[in-house]
T-cell receptor, first 114, second 112 residues
């Protein structure tokens, strides 16, 4: 079955620390890849996406992600986190020809200590 | 503008009530979605509409009934719900089913 795996359930960092959140998916065909963020009390927002081209994609608020096709991975990174980055982060995969089924990972809760 | 609006924001209903959730977008998107999200969990897909036709029903119980009156509107009719149906119901839209989905703020539903 198709699935998306996020390596960390809860990550706690101090401000200015670097962040890397892992995401792996199991689907052999072509996929579109996304990271969404859900700040406390707010709705899901798109952080960044990868459809094709340069495997290193940049998103909003200084986030970036790298698609490594051979590893079926799409890890999210940020060089220096801020307290305002405290949120739930979801990796999601939209496999081609699946009619729009967006498959989410279980989410990673990021807590940034001031 | 990537705004999806949902009404109401909050809804409390009894198990015998009938209510409806509404979702609207004016981005010209031709795909619209309903998701259910429990606390600290990812959204779970319920329904997909593509060009106003229901294309995916993820084995959702018949007490949930979707409707797409036109390309900008999506409704979710609720009847005889159970307490375990209490959740955040999210609407999303995308240009087509292969494009980026943009989410609304959701309706927080409590079934008593």
């Amino acid at each position: 079955a198709q699935s998306v795996s996020q390596h960390n359930h809860h990550v706690i960092l101090s401000e200015a620390a670097s962040l890397e959140l892992g995401c792996n998916y199991s689907y052999g065909g072509t996929v579109n890849l996304f990271w969404y963020v859900q700040y406390p009390g707010q709705h899901l927002q798109l952080l960044l996406k990868y459809f094709s081209g340069d495997p290193l994609v940049k998103g909003i608020k200084g986030f970036e992600a790298e698609f490594i096709k051979s590893k079926f991975s799409f890890n999210l990174r940020k060089p220096s986190v801020q307290w305002s980055d405290t949120a739930e982060y979801f990796c999601a995969v939209n496999p081609y020809n699946q009619g729009g089924k967006l498959i989410f990972g279980q989410g990673t809760e990021l807590s940034v200590k001031p | 503008d990537t705004e999806v609006t949902q009404t109401p924001k909050h809804l409390v209903m009894g198990m015998t009530n009938k209510k409806s959730l509404k979702c609207e977008q004016h981005m010209g998107h031709r795909a619209m979605y309903w998701y259910k999200q429990k606390a600290k969990k990812p959204p779970e897909l319920m329904f997909v509409y593509s060009y106003e036709k229901l294309s995916i029903n993820e084995s959702v119980p018949s007490r949930f009934s979707p409707e797409c009156p036109n390309s900008s509107l999506l409704n979710l009719h609720l009847h005889a719900l159970q307490p375990e149906d209490s959740a955040l119901y999210l609407c999303a839209s995308s240009l087509t089913v292969q494009e980026t989905q943009y989410f609304g703020p959701g309706t927080r539903l409590l079934v008593l």
